[in-house]
Nanobody, 115 residues
């Protein structure tokens, strides 16, 4: 079956960096757009970054200049490099794979940015 497994979360100090990974199996990975979402405590889930099937990238304003999404189709992996982290980045981060017809979600990985 389809699996999206996030890893790389944890506790980091403000200004620090983390790299999230999403390992994808069970789908033809190269035809899926990939996204990172996040959901902070008591807030709605929001889109953070997108990388399309043709490697076009998009970021929410708060992530621009700090976060970088990338994909490795051969390894079936999606990454989110997060630099200059702020307390407001604290959230559960979710990986999503999508086409026009199908959507799959990972279970999420926790990021806490705090001193």
């Amino acid at each position: 079956q389809v699996q999206l497994v996030e890893s790389g979360g944890g506790l980091v100090q403000p200004g620090g960096s983390l790299r999230l990974s999403c390992a994808v199996s069970g789908i033809m990975f190269s035809i899926y757009n990939m996204d990172w979402f996040r959901q902070a405590p008591e807030k709605a889930r929001e889109l953070v970054a997108t990388i399309t099937v043709d490697d076009s990238t998009h970021y929410t304003d708060s992530a621009k200049g700090r976060f970088t999404i990338s994909r490795d189709n051969a390894e079936r992996m999606v990454y989110l490099q997060m630099n200059s982290l702020k307390p407001e980045d604290t959230a559960v981060y979710y990986c999503r794979a999508s086409t026009d017809y199908r959507v799959y979600w990972g279970q999420g990985t926790h990021i806490t940015v705090s001193s």
